[in-house]
């Protein structure tokens, strides 16, 4: 079946550090959204990507997406410890418009 | 900014009891979803809605599960016999339209747990 997967599955920082989450799609997609979901919340929708090979950045947070529209990162540069959360990858598929998500990358941050 | 609602934030039901979760999605969308999250584990797609019928259901939605949008505001998720397993986060989801671009806005969350 489809499935997106997303590694790492857990990344512990220092404060300061950099911090990647990777995702890869089994099938080729429209577009690659990801979510925050802090702790005991909700996914909450940072972005969406949609030409290949297209970049986003959200001040520390730079998105890609892969040239062959199947593979997507997130990359915060110098990490805080409001970035704290799990960082989850998400593909639209099928005539329901279902999103299939990663497994999700739990970022811890020490201060 | 308008907000996809949810209620009750937290159910604790007996085995083989039914449970209904209730959703209010954002005014002007159309597009209604119910995903699941089992405790650490990722957001799994249940169902989706448009229009007052079922657009597509995963293997996860079987005859135990049903929806229904009974009113104008409101979209809910019904568990006939509940099982342990289904203990999880019940999050709706609601869209403008049902395009792969569109965004989904996600509820906080329903929290079940099947005793």
């Known amino acids: 079946g489809q499935q997106v997967m997303q590694i790492p599955q857990y990344q512990h920082v220092q404060e300061g550090e950099d911090f990647t989450t990777y995702c890869n799609s089994s099938t080729t997609l429209s577009n690659i959204q990801w979510y925050k979901q802090r702790p005991g919340g909700h996914p909450v929708f940072l972005i969406q990507l949609v030409k290949s090979g297209e970049v986003k950045k959200q001040k520390r947070l730079t998105f890609q997406f892969g040239e062959a529209k199947k593979n997507s990162s997130l990359h915060i540069t110098a990490t805080q410890t409001t970035d704290v959360g799990t960082y989850f990858c998400a593909g639209p598929m099928g005539s329901g418009n279902k999103l299939v998500f990663g497994a999700g990358t739990i970022l811890r941050v020490k201060s | 900014e308008p907000e996809v609602t949810q209620t009750p934030s937290h159910q604790v039901t007996q085995m083989g009891q039914e449970v209904i979760l209730r959703c209010v999605p954002i005014?002007?969308?159309?597009?209604f979803y119910w995903y699941r999250q089992i405790l650490g584990q990722k957001v799994e797609f249940l169902v989706s809605f448009y229009n007052n019928e079922i657009s597509e259901k995963s293997e996860i939605f079987d005859d135990q599960f049903s929806v229904e949008r009974p009113d104008g505001s409101n979209f809910t998720l019904k568990i006939r016999s509940t099982k342990l397993e289904d203990s999880a986060m019940y999050f709706c989801?609601?869209?403008?339209?049902?395009?792969?671009?569109?965004?989904?806005?996600f509820g906080p969350g329903t929290r079940l747990t099947v005793l």
């Open positions: 005014s002007n969308h159309l597009y």
């Open positions: 989801a609601s869209s403008v339209t049902g395009s792969h671009t569109d965004t989904q806005y």
